[in-house]
């Protein structure tokens, strides 16, 4: 089946560490993002990426890290610099070729602080 | 003014009702519009696309009004597995890649 895996499921932070939330599609899309979801709050995103090699900041970028390269992939670090990191962390895709494909998510990767 | 915006609600209906949800656009070269519906913990999952003259799924229908700037969902007969939130989503930009999500409209249907 195509689609979008998010690993893990869940994931606990001690403070100072840095995390990495896995994204892997094989939906043969181009472009990828990464989402936060806070409690009772819609979506902030964090990157996003059009291309391999290639990505973006979004609204809230400060504290996280990305990398693209491969098409599959699209891992988020979650560095010790990002002070409040509890949150459902989405990642989704979307073909590149035209403006009205939707996006399609995996099912998240909830961020708690130990 | 938010590029996206949605009555927050919660809309409480008993079963069977009529509901609509409205979700206003900032930036009139918006291009695609969908609805998205998210269950509590869950990731958001596409609920319809919306196009220009209007479309329906069973229950379900979607408008769009590119002078008012608005888009809207209907949902008839509620049932009470729609019991969700329910996002509205707006691709502004040609071959852009940014995708806005609104904050979400919940629904409560009570039996």
């Known amino acids: 089946d195509g689609g979008i895996t998010q690993s893990p499921k869940y994931l606990f932070r001690k403070e100072g560490q840095n995390v990495t939330l896995s994204c892997e599609q094989n939906?043969?899309?181009?472009?990828m993002y990464w989402y936060r979801q806070d409690p009772g709050q819609g979506l902030r995103l964090i990157y996003y990426?059009?291309?391999?090699?290639?990505?973006q900041k979004g609204d809230i970028a400060e504290g996280y890290s990305v990398s693209r390269e491969k098409k599959e992939s699209f891992p988020l670090t979650v560095t010790s610099a990002q002070k409040n990191p509890t949150a459902f962390y989405l990642c989704?895709?979307?073909?590149?070729?035209?403006?009205?494909?939707?996006?399609?998510f995996g099912d998240g990767t909830r961020l708690s602080i130990l | 003014r938010k590029e996206v915006e949605q009555d927050p609600g919660p809309f409480n209906v008993p079963e069977g009702a009529t509901v609509a949800f409205n979700c206003t656009y900032s930036?009139?070269?918006?291009?695609?519009f969908f609805w998205y519906r998210q269950d509590c913990r869950k990731e958001p999952k596409l609920l319809m696309s919306v196009y220009s003259s209007g479309n329906e799924d069973g229950r379900f229908t979607a408008q769009l009004n590119r002078a008012s700037q608005y888009i809207s969902l209907l949902i008839r007969d509620s049932k009470l597995s729609d019991s969700a939130t329910y996002l509205c989503v707006v691709n502004p930009y040609t071959g852009g890649f940014k995708t806005i999500f609104g904050a979400g409209t919940r629904l409560f249907v009570k039996a």
């Open positions: 930036n009139s070269a918006s291009q695609s």
């Open positions: 989704a895709s979307r073909d590149r070729g035209h403006s009205n494909q939707p996006q399609h």
């Open positions: 990426s059009q291309i391999v090699n290639d990505f």
């Open positions: 939906l043969n899309h181009d472009a």
